[in-house]
């Protein structure tokens, strides 16, 4: 595959990386993860070939996520990654490409440099940012150039972004560090206290998706985990309830609801009645965790809506905004740059 330039937006996730090129839409979306030789530092896997991995490598081989929270931890991890999804994307290209990435709302000016950097080092001929809230608003069909009140929740895989956007631009905004890394870990954390039993990361996501919960079921579900018993040290499978991953989850989700609550305490008036008539907006993968929509609507008293497509808005939001780089000037959390 040869073209002659092809500018694309990434979302670029602490859980996986969505990359949409102009006028093709989505054409990639593989998890994070990137699998390297310590021997010799050489990349052997990227994406869903380097999840597989996650657990089960030996010694030489480690499968890590080179974005934590939303931000990069390993930025050389993280210019090969990009690097790699590009040219998947998009093989070769005569010109380079201008790139915008999503960032979340809260990040400081060092992590946007680090991101421009790694984009820049990746091949990107410019590299705009453009905060999460935004990207997810304008990916699930919001107006966002009109004078009323639209409030988002993007929750991800490192963060939750809550925004409320008017005008174009972010009123009032809080951005923390629990999404779905940090259930994954609740998780792993309620089978060894509870069971005395110790799951990998996979399994706890699996658990997650499967079974769990932040608002009570109507009937209880079950699912068959296996782990290792940590007082036998051997191979055990048991059965585990969602009743039991509401308890498992309770902290982390009412963490969520309260940052929700607060956003909206900050909220003024004329654009807090907006939210009220019209509801608010989840995205995101986390935001398909049974019940979060519940939660959220019990916590504030308002309608909360599941976007279509929710794990693909931000990407699509990012993409959409190559169509207008002038409305993106002025929505762009930092100033656009080129090097």
């Given at each position: 595959m040869f073209s002659l330039r092809s500018d694309m937006g990434i979302d670029l996730g602490t859980a996986s990386v969505l990359v949409y090129v102009k006028n093709k839409g989505i054409v990639l979306q593989e998890p994070s993860v990137v699998a390297i030789d310590k021997n010799t530092d050489q990349i052997l896997a990227v994406g869903e070939e380097a999840r597989?991995?996650?657990?089960?490598?030996?010694?030489?081989?480690?499968?890590?996520?080179?974005?934590?929270?939303?931000?990069?931890?390993?930025?050389?991890?993280?210019?090969?990654?990009?690097?790699?999804?590009?040219?998947?994307?998009?093989?070769?290209?005569?010109?380079?490409?201008r790139i915008i990435i999503c960032v979340p709302s809260g990040v400081t000016g060092v992590e946007k440099r680090a991101v421009i950097e790694a984009s820049m080092q990746a091949g990107a001929k410019k590299t705009y940012l453009i905060e999460e809230p935004i990207a997810a608003a304008i990916g699930a069909g919001i107006d966002i150039t009109q004078p009323d009140g639209n409030m988002v929740i993007d929750m991800g895989g490192g963060t939750t972004d809550i925004a409320v956007i008017s005008l174009g631009g972010i009123?009032?905004?809080?951005?923390?560090?629990?999404?779905?890394?940090?259930?994954?870990?609740?998780?792993?954390?309620?089978?060894?206290?509870?069971?005395?039993?110790?799951?990998?990361?996979?399994?706890?996501?699996?658990?997650?998706?499967?079974?769990?919960?932040?608002?009570?079921?109507?009937?209880?579900?079950?699912?068959?985990?296996?782990?290792?018993?940590?007082?036998?040290?051997?191979?055990?499978?048991?059965?585990?309830s969602s009743d039991e991953m509401l308890i498992a989850l309770e902290e982390t989700v009412t963490a969520i609801a309260e940052a929700v609550h607060s956003v909206l305490e900050q909220t003024p008036p004329e654009l807090a009645a907006d939210i009220s008539d019209k509801g608010m907006i989840m995205t995101g993968g986390t935001s398909l965790l049974y019940g979060m929509d519940k939660l959220i609507k019990k916590r504030t008293g308002i309608d909360v809506l599941i976007a279509e497509e929710a794990i693909s808005c931000v990407a699509k939001g990012t993409g959409q905004s190559l169509d207008s780089m002038d409305l993106l000037e002025k929505q762009m959390s930092t100033e656009s740059k080129s090097y």
């Open positions: 597989q991995m996650i657990g089960r490598t030996p010694g030489n081989i480690i499968a890590i996520r080179p974005l934590k929270d939303g931000v990069i931890s390993d930025y050389n991890i993280t210019e090969k990654m990009i690097k790699h999804f590009i040219s998947k994307a998009v093989g070769r290209f005569l010109f380079k490409p009123v009032v905004s809080a951005s923390i560090k629990l999404a779905g890394d940090k259930m994954d870990e609740a998780i792993v954390k309620y089978m060894r206290r509870k069971h005395n039993m110790l799951i990998g990361e996979r399994t706890a996501e699996d658990m997650k998706v499967k079974i769990g919960t932040a608002y009570p079921r109507e009937k209880e579900i079950t699912m068959d985990i296996r782990g290792r018993d940590l007082v036998t040290g051997l191979p055990k499978t048991m059965k585990v």
